[in-house]
């Protein structure tokens, strides 16, 4: 969970082949483990890939030795960036290069090849299946190329030497649909995009990249080499279409769909608001496919060379001599900025003194107790040609990378969330709306532009902070009315310090006077109100029915991301959790005979409501097949009161 409790990334890792490869060695990450195994995913995806459509075995390793080479590094030789950043995705793409392979096979199989046949409708289903369960934040980005494959097979299926087949991929996808609705699949994939900030329309989502023709797409106004790989790619796909029908299919759904994907990504930059993913993110699912026709062409030029030298190109070294003079190249090249960014040692984060003492003070590896969150609010590093019409994230990033640089830790996110220290920030494709507005409304210093996934919370604002569990502050500006706590020089003329709050809601607070607002801006501004006392007062937007009396001893603790709550009272009593409320809990109340009510409180936050003493579990569960409907009661819930 990230920030104040919301979903960071819903990646199942123990599923994950890769992730499974890169703990082999030990806890820690083993990245060239990682890299390692996801090359090989995209390998095999793309030999099979490659196979399907009836290219030569020779050709296929060809295909899929690119795919794999040049997907990974920090070399100006390789495609895109998303595999070095997330090489989770990787996964995602061989996933894909699996799924249009069993279509085609779908589509192709005699009627009388049945056990074949349910083989790969079996298959197919298992991979969609793991590809939901598993990885759903990127399955976004693969649903227009499978809508443009589906019609088109369709399309040519009528036209095929068995008009019946044509069929078969509308109705396996019927057939998927309702299985995945059935079983929970859609709704859970549903709700985990719809209860987000950027999919809530009243939220204006500033694009940071207008006019970046990057974001359009990287074959075209990427690196030099990348557009050479796409012309390649795409006259090889060309060619290799006289040999198969398969390859005709693929010609024309690659041809057709990447047009519509650069209007989409041309549309998205000159917006100034975002209307969805960059669009060349969307690209990544032809790789494979431009990867075969890349080796279409290779195959081609060496059945040439062939004809003209003879005597060299049947010399049984001269294929390895050509692969490891390609490599060499490859590895030698692996020298630009990024690279000498990576070889630099920041992971594991370094513990300087004062990471040492939050870890001492409210580390939750050492003690589960919930003991205080911290924030970093630090100046952003601006240059001379930011404009405050810009978002804010990019320059308080580059804040953060000095600091890293400095100290060996970005005291923000990974630096903090390594140690176990709890913290605010939340950088996430799924930040919900009522934590986009909440902390962008009380945290956000005013006229400062968000980003989507990101909202820096620059604002020092000390009710809200105590009312959210923050008792430290990191920051390179002094606070006069805060105690000082250390101190952390940087570099020459910078240094952090840290300052602590005292008094504020560890779980604790059990305010007895209840405030009631059906509308977002209304409670905002009660909550904002000089008077308002989040210790004695909750703001909700339906009445909760009672008299309550202030809780005593109350102690919340957080065990493998579960929270165990305890408190007792002379009465009925209302306790306000520093966490994000959401219908996905669940609750384990250890007490027969008691009842316990969870209820949104104060916007943002989680209620209870109990009655003489409360021991209970709230576990944070959704997937397809547990909670699935949940973030889509949070939704409308939201809709109810924006």
């Known amino acids: 969970m990230s920030g104040l409790g919301n979903i960071e990334f819903p990646l199942k890792m123990i599923f994950s082949p890769g992730a499974i490869a890169s703990h082999i060695f030990g806890a820690e990450v083993n990245f060239t483990m990682l890299y390692g195994f996801m090359s090989v995913e995209l390998f095999a995806a793309t030999y099979f890939l490659s196979r399907t459509l009836h290219q030569a075995k020779r050709d296929s390793l060809i295909a899929g030795w690119l795919m794999s080479v040049l997907s990974v590094g920090f070399s100006p030789f390789r495609i895109g960036d998303l595999f070095s950043l997330t090489p989770i995705f990787a996964e995602h793409v061989a996933a894909a290069a699996v799924v249009l392979s069993l279509l085609l096979r779908i589509a192709r199989r005699d009627s009388s090849a049945r056990i074949k046949l349910v083989q790969d409708l079996v298959s197919c289903f298992l991979i969609l299946a793991w590809v939901i369960t598993v990885l759903p934040t990127f399955l976004i980005l693969h649903i227009p190329f499978f809508t443009v494959a589906t019609i088109f097979l369709t399309l040519f299926g009528k036209r095929s030497a068995s008009p019946s087949t044509w069929k078969r991929i509308p109705l396996f996808w019927t057939g998927c649909g309702v299985i995945f609705g059935v079983f929970g699949f859609v709704p859970h994939v549903y709700g985990l995009f719809k209860f987000t900030a950027a999919s809530d329309s009243t939220i204006h989502m500033f694009s940071d990249r207008q006019g970046e023709l990057y974001f359009v797409s990287t074959l075209i106004f990427g690196t030099s080499f990348e557009r050479i790989f796409s012309i390649i790619g795409l006259i090889g796909i060309s060619l290799g279409a006289r040999q198969s029908r398969e390859m005709r299919y693929v010609a024309a759904i690659t041809v057709t769909f990447l047009p519509l994907i650069w209007i989409y990504g041309w549309l998205n930059i000159v917006s100034a608001n975002e209307i969805g993913p960059s669009g060349n993110y969307f690209e990544y699912t032809t790789f494979p496919i431009l990867a075969i026709g890349t080796a279409v062409v290779t195959s081609r ?80 590093l601006l240059n001379s040609k930011f404009s405050p019409s810009e978002p804010i994230w990019p320059s308080v990033h580059a804040r953060d990378t000095f600091v890293l640089d400095g100290i060996g830790n970005d005291v923000r996110n990974t630096g903090l969330g390594y140690f ?73 003329n910078y240094i952090l310090r840290l300052y602590e ?58 065990i493998k991301g579960d929270v165990h709550i305890t408190a007792k009272s002379s009465g009925t009593s209302l306790l306000v959790l520093p966490l994000e409320y959401s219908r996905c809990f669940d609750v384990d109340n250890r007490i027969s005979n008691s009842k316990i009510e969870l209820f949104r409180a104060d916007t943002l936050l989680t209620g209870i409501k109990f009655d003489l003493t409360l021991d209970a579990v709230l576990t944070f569960r959704t997937g397809p097949f547990h909670n699935s409907t949940c973030r889509i009661q949070d939704f409308h819930e939201y809709q109810s009161i924006r």
């Open 420 to 492: 176990g220290i709890p913290h605010v920030f939340d950088y996430s494709p799924l930040i919900t709306p009522f934590y986009f507005k909440f902390a962008t409304y009380f945290l956000a210093k005013k006229g400062e532009i968000q980003l989507r996934n990101v909202v820096m919370t620059q604002r020092v604002n000390l009710p809200i902070l105590k009312m959210i569990g923050v008792n430290f502050i990191i920051s390179d500006v002094e606070q006069a009315d805060l105690r000082l706590r250390a101190t952390q020089k940087v570099a020459d």
């Open 501 to 558: 709050i005292d008094d504020v809601n560890l779980g604790t607070y059990s305010p007895t006077n209840v405030l009631i607002d059906e509308k977002l801006d209304g409670q905002f501004a009660l909550m904002d109100k000089v008077g308002f006392d989040s210790k004695k007062d909750v703001v909700v937007s339906e009445n909760i029915s009672g008299s309550f009396v202030p809780a005593s001893d109350a102690r919340m603790s957080v």
């Open 301 to 380: 030029i060496w059945q040439f060379v062939s004809r003209i030298l003879p005597r060299i190109t049947h010399n049984a070294l001269i294929v390895p001599m050509a692969l490891f003079f390609m490599v060499s190249i490859w590895v030698m090249q692996t020298n630009d900025d990024a690279y000498k960014l990576s070889q630099v040692k920041h992971y594991p984060p370094e513990r300087p003194a004062l990471i040492a003492l939050l870890e001492r003070e409210i580390g939750m590896y050492s003690d589960p107790t919930f003991r205080g969150r911290a924030i970093t609010v630090t100046r952003p």
